[in-house]
């Protein structure tokens, strides 16, 4: 457990599906990321929470919405999504200041 | 974009041999940070780098920042079948936010027994 919890730990969908991605982390950091990792590519940043607030949104598709109630909680909104999105996403955390992200374990997805 | 690349991409060497990956950009940095992935694993923070020219050692690892600040490497002493996995450089640019990282393209690590 690395106090970042991601959930679910797998996801099949259909492109017309409407599915959500549950992060909570329990250091309280003040910071929450999405990253997307997928074969061949390195992790590619999505969004930025800083307390709560977005402060980063990496030319993301609107077919994924994020949603930050608070700082110890972030979602990942997936509707419509197409087979290229199948990935693995990643929710990390960190204390603003430079310091290091604690990566929850993941939700490996698939869109068939 | 930024891009921030790592070599080699793959390395496969016998158990005790040394190791080392690349971390390069061609823009100047700030903050470099090292993070290793086991296979079917997430990425975990290994350490952070501030200070040009800094080096800093864990166990077996050396983390080493290049003075020009473009640049960082890692390198492992006796590699184990404990060390395999892909390891990432992750870096905040020179004057942006530190808490937006860009990861390293990554190198991954076989090691045989």
């Known amino acids: 457990e690395t106090g970042v919890t991601q959930t679910p730990r797998h996801l099949v969908m259909g492109m017309t599906n409407k599915k959500s991605l549950k992060c909570e982390q329990h250091l309280g950091h003040n910071a929450m990321y999405w990253y997307k990792q997928s074969a061949k590519k390195p992790l590619e940043l999505m969004f930025v929470?800083?307390?709560?607030?977005?402060?980063e949104n990496n030319s993301v598709p609107s077919r994924f919405s994020p949603e930050c109630p608070n700082s110890s909680h972030l979602f990942l909104h997936l509707h419509t999504l197409q087979p290229e999105d199948s990935a693995l996403y990643l929710c990390?955390?960190?204390?603003?200041?430079?310091?290091?992200?604690?990566f929850g374990s993941g939700t490996r997805l698939t869109v068939v | 974009g930024q891009q921030v690349m790592q070599i080699p991409q793959y390395q496969h060497v016998q158990e005790g041999e040394d190791f080392t990956t690349y971390c390069n950009s061609s823009?100047?940095?700030?903050?470099i940070q090292w993070y290793k992935q086991r296979p079917g694993g997430h990425p975990v923070f290994l350490i952070q780098?501030?200070?040009?020219?800094e080096v800093k050692k864990q166990k077996r690892l050396t983390f080493q920042y290049k003075k020009k600040k473009k640049n960082s490497s890692l390198h492992i002493t006796a590699t184990q079948t404990t060390d395999v996995g892909t390891y990432f450089c992750a870096v905040a640019l020179y004057g942006g936010a530190t808490n937006k990282l860009i990861f390293g393209t990554g190198t991954l690590l076989a090691v045989q027994p």
């Open positions: 823009t100047t940095l700030s903050n």
């Open positions: 929470y800083n307390f709560k607030e977005q402060t």
């Open positions: 990390a955390s960190s204390q603003n200041g430079g310091y290091g992200y604690t």
């Open positions: 780098l501030v200070k040009r020219g």
